[in-house]
Nanobody
Framework: QVQLVESGGGLVQPGGSLTLSCAAA????????VGWYRQAPGKRRELVAS???????TYAPSVKGRFTIARANADAAVYLQMDGLKSEDTAIYYC???????????WGQGTQVTVSS
């Protein structure tokens, strides 16, 4: 079992910025695909952004150009820089790491992001 600890959520005004962090107690962290998902009330959990072991990034169309995902393998950490936040970004954000070929998939407990004036 791998423990993921998220931080950085909170309340921010529209147009503001937040940075989410996720620390993973995982061996061979650099070999995992890591990502951020979110779930708004009444909606399904959706991918926000991910980055592979080869540093290939994927973004949801709704956040492309506003959010940036980055990983720091030496620290076993992944970050999500969120700029130009909108009310529709309000959700619980979850950190995920997975190693598909080994069937490994781990989730953090989630951190609340609320965008409101």
């Amino acid at each position: 079992q791998v423990q993921l600890v998220e931080s950085g959520g909170g309340l921010v005004q529209p147009g503001g910025s937040l940075t989410l962090s996720c620390a993973a107690a995982a061996k061979s962290f650099s070999l995992y695909t890591v990502g951020w998902y979110r779930q708004a009330p009444g909606k399904r959990r959706e991918l926000v952004a991910s980055i592979t072991a080869d540093d290939i990034t994927t973004y949801a169309p709704s956040v492309k150009g506003r959010f940036t995902i980055a990983r720091a393998n030496a620290d076993a950490a992944v970050y999500l820089q969120m700029d130009g936040l909108k009310s529709e970004d309000t959700a619980i954000y979850y950190c995920n790491i997975n190693w598909a070929s080994l069937g490994l998939d781990f989730w953090g407990q989630g951190t609340q992001v609320t965008v409101s004036s």
